[in-house]
């Protein structure tokens, strides 16, 4: 375990070559850092950062469901000869991301906004459009001057927000912004490769649609400030509307692939939320109900929970809070374990002592870290022995500011306590179910109701792709939440 101040990056790789290629999708000749054996040696590195950082989602069907999709859009893509590969994350963040190589990856949240198959045809072709069109080795090389890792792009901005914080943390994965005319150039790509596959391209618009309605009106909370420079969902829902006419002149839609029905049998029962396998955060509760543990963050900091460690971080600060395990502890001694291992990750002991915290045996101590450019970090961690295993909670955060926020690095630290059987047999997922809407009923009384309130209104309504103004129709067959 290495706890360094600015641990969010990784240093980048050094590329050895750089030239000129030509563009996959457009012909032209661009500068690029790195040939296409580079691309997939780097695709398939972090291909395999990610499955063990975020997880592969847990149903083999679905995994194939979407992997086979996927491989027919990239047959007819512009470059059908990288080793393409598909998967769902186990990440409930509403997201999709590629890496160069032709690695594409969507989170199971994102599967509960799709409306139909042409929808995640639309999101598939969109990541695929990014690969094909160099877009993630243009974003790498741009950025290879700066200290960065992975090229990881998002196509649905407004939720990125738990897996863009995964990527900042957990992964070591900085999230690169695409420009604005990549971004719609992937939109026209997604919905030429659609299409063309035999789904209909409309999903594209659609999927745009529901991204557009979640940055305006749905669940808003903790939106990166970087959205703000990312193109405008609802512009690209209007910009791609050309290309799907233009599609429409030489494709019989009729024919093409919409296959709600099918779509809908393959998510019933998707995972919704957090999986509290790896831990759920409920509010400023970090809950393990099989390592059997609690704990709480300070009011209104973000938490982001990924499988190797969980990351909190006062919203706009450098003020960071982070938990994990020490895998393979190679003392039992608490102190020795905190200083070998802080020292390793470039920290020094100031002051500190054993303690309990509940019943349990801990040490916690204050540490400077090395200085760095972005000045000297100061950090209050915990070693806390629960049944031999070993926690690490602490806070981080520069020198001038520590002071400021000790005490709430202390509380949290104090939270820490063992869950009761009962009380972790209580923590069950959500899970996606589907209800037809009854006379009279509306978006407020199905959240409350059928869906026990674990989806607000708003976002019920745009997961069903429905503008938030709009009530569903008594008939109507749609998704909603409910436990276990
Ligand atoms: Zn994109």
Redesign the pocket.
Known sequence: MRMTYRCFVLPLAVLGLAGCARNPVTGAREFVMMTEAQEIALGRESDEQVRNQLGLYDDEELQQYVSEIGLQMAARSHRPDLPWSFAVVDSPAVN???IPGGYIYLTRGIMAFLGDEADLAGVLG??I??VTAR?SVQAYTRASGAQLGLAV???F?PAARAVGGAAQSGLGVLLLR?GRD??LQ??RLGAQYAGETGWDPNGVRDMLSTLSRLSEGGDSRGVPGWLSTHPAASDRVARVGPVIEELGTRLDFDELRVNRAGYFDRIDGLMFGDNPDQGIVRGRDFLHPVLRFALQFPEGWEVVNTPTQVVVQQPGEEVYMLLQLVTDPTTTDLERLADDTMREGGYRLDSGGNTRIGDLDAFVGTFTGAQTDAGEPRARVAYIDYDGTIYVVGGLTGAESYDQVESEFNTSIRSFRSLSPAEAEDIRPNRLRFYTVRDGETWQSIAQNASESIIPPNTLAIMNGVPVNEQPRPGDRIKIAVEG
């Open positions: 999709a991301f590629a969109h990541e459009g990014h877009h792009g998002s196509i901005s695409y990549a971004e992937a939109d």
